[in-house]
């Protein structure tokens, strides 16, 4: 399983301080069409509800739409420093060492597999 390539942005879509809604988007360098050097944006995520207002469940909407358009980088931050966990002949304390392995392997297995 692989995730589209791209730049993953969050753009918001409510003018209201407070009610967020927006969508998350992945500026992929596929293109749109044969014909066309142009590539468009593609709409992944639409997140908070338009019709309904701010409430209890809706004041995580904005930091949780980011966290998505970021784990792209995470995913690839954490592969490169679980790799360079097993190749670095570095002294690092166990509990480092086995943090990376278990903790960073199990994340990367759960959005890879």
Not at 38 to 63: F, L, V
């Amino acid at each position: 399983m692989t995730h589209t390539k791209g730049e993953w942005k969050v753009e918001r879509t409510s003018s209201k301080d407070g009610d967020f809604q927006g969508r998350i988007l992945c500026e992929s360098s596929e293109k749109t069409s044969h014909e066309s050097n142009h590539t468009d944006p593609q709409i992944y995520i639409i997140i908070g509800e338009p019709s309904k207002r701010n409430g209890p469940g809706n004041i995580h909407h904005e930091a949780n739409a980011k966290l998505i358009a970021a784990a792209p980088e995470l995913l690839e931050a954490l592969q490169d420093i679980v790799k360079q966990a097993d190749l670095t002949k570095m002294q690092i304390s166990v509990d480092l060492a086995d943090s990376i392995r278990v903790f960073g392997k199990n994340a990367i297995k759960k959005a890879t597999q």
